[in-house]
């Protein structure tokens, strides 16, 4: 848990705790639930009652040696934090986040991606020493529809961070960036669902957020179309926020 990861848009993934709850419906079909359900690494539960577990020390210490890597490399990594938890839940293991923001400090050759679903407690839970953001760390929130991208960019986009981002993934509708807020996320990430009960993405929907990405500069990246089927040639668009690490597939 925690090596070279499958998922398109990282590098390396990190759980400090596993243990969620679901807070809508792009909850639904949740694959941290269903695994957590096979491996049981927090007793099997889910949910709000559910433990929050931390992970052990030895996953701990992988981000240091990711971080050394980086630096002999020169290469910066990007780690994906937390994929099978949400980093800005009200019921983590107590200490447990600041020990990860001390463990971000600590790597600043590794950017880190830190998705959350619950972006009304982002401010509250961020460090002191926050300030302007963390130069090594984006910030970014999970909406598969209009209704979750109005109401969590809404607050995001007043969080100060190296880069913001949207996870449009599940995609459940169409979705439009542009509005009245006057300015954009950093990153857009695109992907319809997965799983044998997999709800379907309009090929469209993807179609025109590329689009309007383009128009609006900026940075867009299909991850993958409703149960992994093969994504068309013109729609395979992998970009990162900054624009000197685009990679085209």
Known sequence: MGEVTGIEWTDRTFNPWIGCQEVGTDCDNCYARIMNNIWKW?????GPHAPRKRTAESTWKNPL?????????????RVFCASLA???DNQAPDGARDDLFDLIRKTPELDWQLLTKRPENISKMLPADWNDGYANVWLGVT???QEYYDRRWSILRGIPAKARFISYEPALGPLKIAGHWGHY???IICGGESGS????MEPQWAYD????????DVAFFMKQMTKKAPIPDDLLVREFPERRRRLAD
């Open 42 to 46: 927090n007793g099997g539960t889910w």
């Open 65 to 77: 040696r990711w971080a050394k890597e980086a630096a002999e490399t020169g290469k910066s990594l």
């Open 86 to 88: 949400d980093v800005f």
């Open 143 to 145: 909406a598969g529809n």
């Open 185 to 187: 996320p950093d990153w």
């Open 197 to 200: 009960k997999a709800r379907y």
């Open 209 to 216: 957020l590329r689009d309007e990405c383009r128009r609006l």
